[in-house]
C-alpha cells in the first residue's frame, strides 16, 4: 500500500489539499509547473470581503507546505505520463531543470542584477520586466532563482565553436560590453577578427530570418571587440597558478592562438614556433586589408600574447628544428602548421608565366610585395580565397573575372564577399570550368573553358557540376589566379612518424585531437583541410582541453560530446511572446565610397558604432529565452548556479491524485467593443491587481498607460467574456462582482479623489459578508453602481476611454479616465492535455468534470482522481480552499480502504 | 539529536550572527560596524557576519561557534522569522541548544529594505534591533514541547446532507463516528423539498443512496431524536454527553465535533401579504404543496425574491433562492411530474419529462443556453406563446444571483420557457394585494420606468435561509463564536472555512452560511479532512507558547475565561483558573486582562518584553 498523495497544482486549493495530508500523516507530492507555488492568489492585492492582503495571508501557507516533512514540493514540473489505477498510480513527472540547486540558492538575487536579458513579467501581467534568471515574485516559495531556459537559441547551435552567439548580444544590448567580450574570448580568442571575416553560420539560423532579417550579429561582435579594445578597457587576465609544465605550439594561425591562449590563462608555459614573420596564419597572409586591417588583427593577436605567451617567427619544425626536438623539451606539442599549399588546377598550361596561386598571391599581397599580375585576370574558384583574390587584383588595377563551375548559388563564400566583389565590378563566369591555359612564348594568353551543367548533389551535397559536350569557349586573359583550394604542407614538418590521411592531412582522433605520436596533437586547416576561422578556434579550444587533462595526468578519453538541449525555434518564441514578433530593419554597416573601394585596401565595411550596435542588439528576440552569458554563475555567493543542470523524470508512485490546477485570465483583445490594447488605458482586472499592489509594477500606484496620471474617474465593467455565449463562456466566472467592488474600494483608499462606477449586469455578492460588503462599497467608498451593459471608446485626444451605456432603454455615454475590465476566467490552457493523461473528462467549457456534481463535487470519472479549485468550475477562494480539503478527505479514504496502515 | 544542555541557570553566553543576505542587508547597512558594536554588548560572547548566515556555512558557522564559545543562546540578526526562524532553531537544537534560547531580529524586512535611501540611519536602527534583541535573549528560558493524546472517535451534530457526508467521510477514514440527529430521521432540511437544482430526479430520491450509506455503515453511531446535553474538554478530549427525547444521556469520548446543524427558511411575518391570501406562500412551502400534490389550479406565478433578505429583515443575501426560483420556475413551465395535476381534457399535459428527453434534444437545448438570452434557432416552434405548460411566470428580482456555470445555463433555460425576470430596486418594492380574493403584484417597471399590475394566482416568497434557533445554545456549548446575523463564525473567512477558532471543532453547511447542496457537501468532506487531522495523528502537539497561571495570585475571578478566543482557560475545581495547554494558542488575552497579572506567557514574559523595551529606549 502506498502511503502517499500527488497533487496537482500549487494554488491554495493544491497546498489547502497538500497540507491536509500531509498533516494526516500521508507523504504529499505536491507538483507545481511555474517556479514558485502560490498559484493565482499569489497575484492578487487584497482579498474580499476583509480586504486581506492576499499575499500576507498566503506565504505562510506556503512556507508551511514547501517546509512540511511530509511534502515533496517539486516545483518547475509537470506531469508526464500516468499508468496504474487508484491506490497504485505511475506517475511520470518531468522535473524541469532550472539550472538553480534549490538547496544552495538563497534568493538574494545578486544574479538578477547581472543577467542583461529582459522579459516580460508574467506574475505582473507582462507590465514590467524580469531577467532570464529570477524568482517570480518576492515572497516566492522555494525562494530559489529559476533560469528560464528553454533551449539553446540556433545562433548559438550554429556556431561550429559553441559560441554564445545570443549571448554577447545580449550582453552588448544591456551595455556590458566587456563582459561580451569576455564571454566571446571564452571561445574566440579575436573578436574583433572573427567578427569581421567569420562566414557567421550563426546568422544563419537566426531566428528573426524568418521574420525580416537576421541579427548582425558578427558585425555585433567585431564592433564590442574594437569598442572595448578603444574603451582601453581590454586588460589581460591575470594568470592565477602558474604551472611548471610547458607547451609547443606550432603555428601563429586561429588555432595555434586559441589553444596557445587557453593554455596560458590556465598558467602553463606556451611557446609559439612561427614560420612565417607575422602572426595570424591565414588571417595575416590570407585575408586581404579591406577586410580584416592588419592594426586590428595585430592588437588582438597582441593581448593574447600578453598572457604571457613566448612566440618565435621565422622557424619551421622540419627545417629549423626538428619534431622531436620539441618531444624532448615541451610536455606537449600542438601542431597548427594550416593549410597554405594552393592546389593546382590539374590542367595543361598551368606551368606558364602569368599563373599565380591564390594562396601565393594573397601572402605576396599581404607583404605589400608587388605582383607583377597583368591587366586581364581569370581567378578559379568560389570561395572566400577566390574572392579575396580578385577583389585583390581589381584594387591593383586589373579587370577581373571570376570563372566558378556551379552557380552563384552554390559558391562556398560568404554572402557578403560576393556581394563586393559584385559591387566593386568583378566579372563573373558561372558554370564554366577550365580545360586548358593557352599561352604564346611562355605567357598565357587565354584560358579554354568548357560549360557545365548541375547534375545529381555530390557528398557535400551541392549539386555536382557536368561538362556539358562540346560548349568549350574562350576567354582572354595575361594572369590565372588558380584558387580551388589548399592543403597543409607536411613535409615541412620533417617527420616520417607522423600518421597521415589519403588527403594528405594529418590523423588524429577527432575526439581529443591527439596524433599517433603521444603528447603531439593537431588541429584547425592542417588536420581538416581548409575550413574556416571560427572551425580552427574550435579545433584550438579542444585541443588545449585535452593538453591540459595530458599535463594534469588525467586520462585524455574523448568526453561523449552532448548537443541535445532543444534549438528554440521561431514557433517556440512566438509562443513564449503569444503572437508575432514586430518587424524591425537590421541595421546595416556603411561602407566607404564605392571608388574608394577600387582602389585602396581600406577597410569596406565599417564597424557599428556604439548607437547602431545598441539599436542592432535590440533586434534579438532573445530565442534561449536565457543568453547562456554565463553572467550569473561568478555573481552567485553560494554557487548555487549550474549549467549544466539536465531535466529529470521522477516516477511517483501515489495512491490518489488531486488535481487542483487553476484558471487562466481570458485575453479580452479579441472582443473589439471593449478596445483593449486599442485604448491605452483599458486594463484587464488582474492588470489592475498587479498596479494596485505595492510590490507591483507601479509600486502600487494607479497609473494611466498613456500619460502615467492617476485616473480619478475609474469604470469596471463586468462579465467581459463571461455570460457571453459568442464568446463561448456563457457562465458566470463567480468571482468578478466582488473582485470589481474591492478593486473600486481599494482605488478609493489609495485616492481619496477617484470615483467609481461599476457597469454590471447582476451584482452577484451572494456569499457570507458579501452583499454588506457591496453596501459598504456604496456608502462608505462611494462606489456607484450601474446596471448595464457596457462597450468602451475613446476620446483620441485626451486618450479618455468612452464607456457606452443603456439605462432606461436610453443610450448614454459617459467619460472616464480609465477603465478596468472584469474578464472572464477559463481553465489553464494545458488543462486539456492534462486531462487526457488523466483520463478525465471536461465539460463543454473545458473545466474538469465532475462524476456527481451534486452530492459528490470533486469525485472525478476516475477512481482515485480528485479535483479542487477552479479547474473543476468558478469557485472563490475559501470554496477552493474547502475544496482543497474536501478532496484531501477523498484521498485519505481511499488510502484507509486499501488496506493501508 | 543531543541531548539540550541545561542554559536554564547558567550565565548567558550569546552568539550573534548578522547576515548580508548578499546585497540585501549588506548593501544598505554596514554589517561590520553592526557586528563589531553587538560584540560589545552585555553578555555577548561571540559576534560575527555572514555573506548568507541560511547558506550551508552560515548554519555551520552556528553550530561550530556554539561549541566553540559555549554559546547558551543565539541570536541571529537576518530576515524574516516566518520563512527562516524554524530552520535556525533546528540548528540551535543540532549543536545543543534549546531552541526557544533563540532570538531572530529582522534588519532585511524591517531595515534595510525600508530605509534603502539611508545607509547611516539603516545601520543605526539594524544596531538598535539588534541590541533588543540580545536584551530580550539575556532573559529567554528554555521550554518543552508536550503532547496530548487525543480519542480517535468524532462527533458530527446534525443528520442533514452535511452532517451525513461529513460522518461518512470520517466513518470511510476509519474513525467511528456519533452522528447526533434532533429530529426522529435524517435527511435535515432536504428531505421536506419537492426538487432540487439541476436533476430531475425529487429531493428524496437523491439523498436516499446518502442515507443508505450512512445506515449500512458500521463506524457510524446514530442519535435521532437526540440533541448535545453537555460538552467538557477539548480537542482530542471531549466529554459529550448526548441527550434523547425521553431517554437517559448517553455519556461519549471524543477527539473532534462537527457542527452541521442546517439552518431554517426566514418566516416572512408582515411581509409581501404573506398570511392574508391562502396562496401567498414562501418557496420552502411550495416545495411542500408539491410533494403533497396539492397545488392549486395556476395560471399565473410571481416569485419575489429577496422576500426578508438583503436590507429588510437581514442584511445579507441567501444565495441560493434566486437558483431555487429559476428551479421551480422551470418546473412549472415543464409542468414536471405533472404537477400542476392537468388532466388531459384540460389540454394540459404537455412536453414530454426532461429525464426521458433524446440526447438530441439536450444537444439542442445545451446549444439554446449558450446563446442565453432568450434567443431562439431561427424556425423553432412556439416562439411567442406562454410556456408549455401555460403558466405565466414572473420573477421579481433584484439581481439574479445564478452564480458559476449550471446556475448562469439553468437561468438561460429559464428565459426561453418565456419565464420573465423583472428587476426592482429595494427603494421601490413590489406590493402583494388581495382584490376580491384575486391576488395583484404592484411593481415599478424599472426600464419603462411606469407602475404595472399584474395580476396573479400565486406568489411565492423567496426568504432567505437564517440560523437555527437553537444555534445559541449551541455556540455556548461549544464555546464557538456566532456570526453576526447568527450563522456560526469560521476561524477565517478566506482560509480557514471550515474551522473554528478553537482547535478541534469545524463547521459545515448551511449552519456557517446560505450554501446549496453541491457547497454544503464540499464543506462537509472539508470539515471531515480537518476533523481528521488529530484523529489519525493520535495526539496534538501542544503550544510550547502558552499561558502559566500563578496559583497563588489568581482569585478565580474568571475574565481569563471569558477572553479566551480559544476556550482554553476554565475554573479548576478549587476555583481558580487553569490553562488546557493543549487549546492554547499563546495569544496573550489572558494575560493582558488579568487584574491580579497571575497570568504570564511563556517566551514572552513581562520580564523579557520590559528588557526588550528598555533596550530600545537606551541611549548609545
Known sequence: ?901 | MPENTNTEKEKPRIGVFICHCGSNIGGFVDVKAVTEYASTLPDVAYATDNLYTCAEDGLNNIKESIKEHNLNRVVVSSCTPRTHAPLFQRTCEAAGVNKYMFTFVNIREHCSWVHMKQKEKATQKAKDLVRMGVARARFLEPQEETKVDVTPVALVVGGGVSGMTAALSLANMGFPVHLVEKEKALGGFVKNLHGLMMTTKSANETIKPLIDKVDAHKNITQHLSSHLASVEGFIGNYDVSIGGDGAEAKDVKVGTIIVATGAVPLVPEGLFGYKEHPNIITSTEFEELCNKKELPKLKSVAFIQCAGARGQKVSYCSRICCNVAIKSAISIAENRDNMLGVTEEEGGVVEEPVAEKKAEDEGLDRRRRRRGRGRREEGEAGEESAPSSGVDITVFNRDVMAYGVENELEFNKAREKRVKFIRYVPDNLPKVSVKDGKLEVEYFHETLKMERTMPVDMVILSTPLVAQPDAATLSQLLKVPLGQEGFFQEAHVKLRPVDFATDGVYVCGTCRGPADIAEAVYQAAAAASRAAIPLANGFVQAEALTSRVDETKCTGCGTCVEVCPYGALRKSEEGISEVIAAACKGCGCCGATCPEGAITMTHYTDLQLLAEAKAALEEV
Not at chain 1, 548582425?216 to 578597457?233: M, P, S, T
Not at chain 1, 562540346?470 to 607536411?490: K, M
Request: net charge negative.
Open chain 1, 1 to 901: 500500500m502506498k502511503r502517499s498523495v500527488m497533487v496537482i497544482g500549487g494554488g491554495i486549493s493544491g497546498i489547502q489539499a497538500a497540507l491536509d495530508l500531509a498533516e494526516k500523516g500521508i507523504k504529499v507530492d505536491l507538483v507545481e509547473k511555474l517556479p514558485s507555488i502560490g498559484g493565482r492568489m499569489a497575484q492578487l492585492d487584497k482579498t474580499f470581503p476583509t480586504n486581506d492582503c492576499s499575499i500576507c495571508i498566503l506565504a505562510p501557507k506556503m512556507a508551511d507546505c514547501y517546509s512540511h516533512p511530509n511534502v515533496n514540493v517539486m516545483t518547475y514540473s509537470e506531469v508526464k505520463d500516468i499508468s496504474g489505477k487508484a491506490g497504485d498510480f505511475k506517475v511520470d513527472v518531468l522535473k524541469k531543470a532550472r539550472f538553480v540547486d534549490e538547496e544552495k540558492c538563497t534568493g538574494c538575487g545578486d544574479c538578477f542584477k547581472v543577467c542583461p536579458v529582459s522579459l516580460p513579467n508574467e506574475f505582473d501581467m507582462d507590465m514590467r520586466e524580469r531577467p532570464a534568471i529570477y524568482v517570480p515574485f518576492l515572497q516566492s516559495v522555494p525562494r530559489a532563482a529559476t533560469i528560464d531556459r528553454a533551449g539553446v537559441a540556433p545562433c548559438s547551435n550554429k556556431c561550429p565553436a559553441g559560441l554564445s552567439a545570443q549571448g554577447y548580444v545580449a550582453l552588448i544590448r544591456a551595455e556590458k560590453f566587456k563582459e561580451a567580450v569576455n564571454l566571446i574570448r571564452k571561445t574566440v580568442p579575436l573578436p574583433s577578427v572573427c567578427g569581421r571575416i567569420c562566414h557567421h553560420p550563426c546568422e544563419e539560423g537566426c531566428n528573426r530570418t524568418e521574420v525580416d532579417d537576421p541579427v548582425a550579429i558578427a558585425g555585433l561582435k567585431a564592433f564590442v571587440g574594437d569598442y572595448v579594445r578603444q574603451q582601453g578597457e581590454d586588460v589581460p587576465t591575470p594568470i592565477e597558478e602558474e604551472r611548471k609544465e610547458k607547451v609547443a605550439v606550432v603555428g601563429a594561425g586561429p588555432a595555434g592562438l586559441a589553444a596557445a591562449y587557453r593554455l596560458a590563462l590556465k598558467g602553463f608555459k606556451v611557446k609559439i614556433i612561427e614560420a612565417t614573420s607575422k602572426p595570424g596564419g591565414m588571417l595575416w597572409w590570407g585575408i586581404p586589408d579591406y577586410r580584416l586591417p592588419k592594426d586590428v588583427l595585430t592588437a588582438e593577436v597582441d593581448y593574447l600574447l600578453a598572457h604571457g605567451i613566448d612566440i618565435e617567427y621565422g622557424k619551421t619544425v622540419g627545417k629549423d628544428l626538428t619534431l622531436e626536438d620539441l618531444k624532448k623539451e615541451y610536455d606537449a606539442v600542438f601542431l597548427a602548421i594550416g593549410a597554405h599549399e594552393s592546389l593546382k588546377l590539374g590542367v595543361p598550361g598551368e606551368d606558364l608565366e602569368g599563373v599565380v596561386h591564390g594562396v601565393d598571391f594573397l601572402h605576396r599581397a599581404a607583404d605589400k610585395e608587388t605582383v607583377a599580375i597583368g591587366k586581364k585576370v581569370a581567378v578559379i574558384g568560389g570561395g572566400n580565397a577566390a574572392m579575396d583574390a580578385a577583389r585583390t587584383a581589381l584594387r591593383m588595377g586589373s579587370d577581373v573575372t571570376v570563372i566558378y563551375r556551379r552557380t552563384k548559388d552554390e559558391m562556398p563564400a560568404i554572402g557578403a564577399e560576393i556581394k563586393g566583389a559584385e559591387e566593386e565590378g568583378v566579372k563573373f563566369e558561372f558554370l564554366a570550368s577550365p580545360v586548358k591555359i593557352q599561352g604564346k612564348d611562355g605567357k598565357i594568353t587565354a584560358i579554354e573553358c568548357i560549360r557545365m551543367k548541375l547534375g545529381e548533389p555530390d557528398q557535400s551535397g551541392r549539386p555536382r557540376p557536368v561538362p556539358v559536350e562540346g560548349s568549350e569557349f574562350t576567354v582572354d586573359v595575361d594572369t590565372i589566379i588558380p584558387a580551388v583550394s589548399q592543403a597543409p604542407n607536411l613535409d615541412a614538418l620533417g617527420s616520417k612518424d607522423l600518421a597521415v590521411t589519403k588527403w594528405k592531412t594529418l590523423e588524429v582522433n577527432p575526439g581529443n585531437l591527439s596524433t599517433n605520436i603521444p603528447g603531439v596533437f593537431a588541429g584547425g586547416d592542417a588536420v581538416s583541410g581548409p575550413a574556416s576561422a571560427v572551425e580552427a578556434f574550435a579545433a584550438g579550444n579542444k585541443a588545449a582541453r585535452y593538453i591540459e587533462k595530458l599535463l594534469n595526468g588525467e586520462s585524455i578519453e574523448p568526453e561523449p560530446e552532448e548537443k541535445d538541449e532543444h534549438v528554440i525555434t521561431l514557433d517556440d518564441v512566438k509562443a513564449r511572446m503569444e503572437g508575432e514578433i514586430t518587424k524591425s530593419e537590421r541595421v546595416l554597416r556603411q561602407h566607404i565610397p564605392d571608388d574608394k573601394r577600387r582602389t585602396s585596401f581600406e577597410e569596406v565595411e565599417k564597424v557599428f558604432t556604439k548607437e547602431e550596435a545598441l539599436k542592432e542588439a535590440a533586434r534579438c528576440v532573445s530565442c534561449g529565452p536565457c543568453s547562456q552569458c554565463e553572467a550569473c554563475a561568478p555573481a552567485c555567493g553560494p554557487n548555487a548556479i549550474d549549467y549544466n543542470m539536465k531535466d529529470q523524470v521522477v516516477t511517483l508512485n501515489p495512491a490518489a491524485i488531486v488535481v487542483a490546477t487553476g484558471f487562466d485570465v481570458w485575453d479580452p483583445t479579441s472582443a473589439s467593443e471593449y478596445g483593449y490594447k486599442k485604448y491605452p488605458n483599458v486594463y484587464t482586472a488582474m492588470e489592475y491587481e498587479r498596479m494596485i499592489n505595492a510590490a507591483g509594477p507601479t509600486g502600487g500606484h494607479i497609473v494611466r498607460r498613456s500619460d502615467g496620471e492617476h485616473p480619478k474617474k475609474l469604470a469596471f465593467i463586468q462579465c467581459v467574456g463571461s455570460r457571453n455565449p459568442q464568446v463561448g463562456h456563457p457562465y458566470c466566472c463567480a468571482v468578478c462582482c466582488m473582485h470589481a467592488t474591492k478593486e473600486a474600494m481599494l482605488a478609493r483608499e489609495h485616492y481619496e479623489d477617484i470615483n467609481s462606477t461599476i457597469f454590471y449586469k447582476d451584482m452577484r455578492a451572494c456569499a457570507k459578508g458579501f452583499n454588506e460588503y457591496v453596501e459598504r462599497a456604496k456608502s462608505d467608498y462611494g462606489v456607484s453602481y450601474i446596471n448595464s451593459d457596457a462597450t468602451v471608446q475613446e476620446n483620441a485626444e485626451t486618450h479618455n476611454p468612452i464607456v457606452v451605456f443603456d439605462v432606461g432603454g436610453k443610450q448614454q455615454s459617459k467619460e472616464f479616465d480609465a477603465v478596468v475590465l472584469a474578464t472572464t476566467l477559463v481553465p489553464r490552457k494545458d488543462t486539456v492535455e492534462l486531462a487526457k493523461k488523466l483520463g478525465l473528462k471536461l465539460t463543454e467549457f473545458g473545466f474538469f468534470e465532475s462524476s456527481d456534481s451534486i452530492l459528490d463535487f470533486g469525485r472525478s470519472g476516475v477512481p482515485g482522481i480528485y479535483l479542487a479549485g477552479y479547474c473543476a468550475g468558478p469557485a472563490d477562494i475559501p470554496e477552493s480552499v474547502a475544496q482543497g480539503s474536501s478532496a484531501a478527505a477523498k484521498a485519505a479514504e481511499i488510502l484507509a480502504n486499501s488496506g493501508g496502515g
